[in-house]
């Protein structure tokens, strides 16, 4: 609530105040194509409104996930109810997949799987240059993160010797929406 006065040494702070000249935005380099007509057969009023993107997961943290089930997952103490071994397979073998496994454990209601990509250790005669040693290794993560993968995702962590270390990854994946039950709107989300 404003005391008596305040308008007064408002007014007198803002008196040498002056107001920056309008300029016009730049222009847009690239502008935004215009959406395709849709042909969808529900009504607009039952379309939800497009989601927020998700944010990246990265080592230090799983946007949406609360610290002890992080620790969890950095412990092994999920079980495991699905793996993939993506050993031997070319980079375009292994992300599809990846994206296939993640797709079908997120259906079948899974909620930690392992992925298993080696370390990418060099073997005595390999002459390939170290930056290609442990591609896989270098690119599930990033693969974890893209389109409908992120989307099944809470959260990956290395995996624990036992399971693999530094050549696999637990995937804690998102629960399957509760029949009849809204979805809870996201953190950062607009209009919420």
Not at 156 to 180: I, K, W
Request: hydrophobic share 40%; net charge positive.
């Amino acid at each position: 609530m404003a005391k008596r006065g305040d308008s007064e040494l408002w007014q007198a702070a803002l008196r040498d105040v002056k107001p920056l000249r309008k300029r016009k935005p730049p222009p847009m380099l690239n502008p935004p194509p215009a959406p395709a007509p849709v042909n969808d057969p529900v009504a607009p009023a039952k379309r939800r409104a497009p989601l927020s993107p998700l944010l990246p997961i990265t080592g230090l943290r799983a946007p949406g996930l609360d610290k002890a089930s992080a620790e969890r997952l950095k412990r092994g103490q999920y079980p495991l109810e699905a793996r993939i071994d993506l050993h031997g397979m070319t980079q375009d073998d292994a992300h599809g997949a990846l994206g296939d496994f993640i797709a079908a454990s997120a259906r079948a209601g899974r909620r930690c799987v392992l992925v298993i990509t080696g370390k990418g250790l060099r073997r005595l005669g390999d002459d390939r240059p170290a930056s290609e040693i442990g591609v896989l290794r270098g690119a599930v993560p990033r693969w974890l993160n893209e389109g409908p993968n992120r989307a099944r995702i809470l959260a990956f962590a290395t995996a624990q010797p036992r399971d693999g270390g530094g050549g696999a990854f637990y995937v804690l994946l998102r629960r399957p929406p509760r029949a009849g039950a809204r979805p809870r709107p996201r953190k950062g989300a607009a209009g919420g």
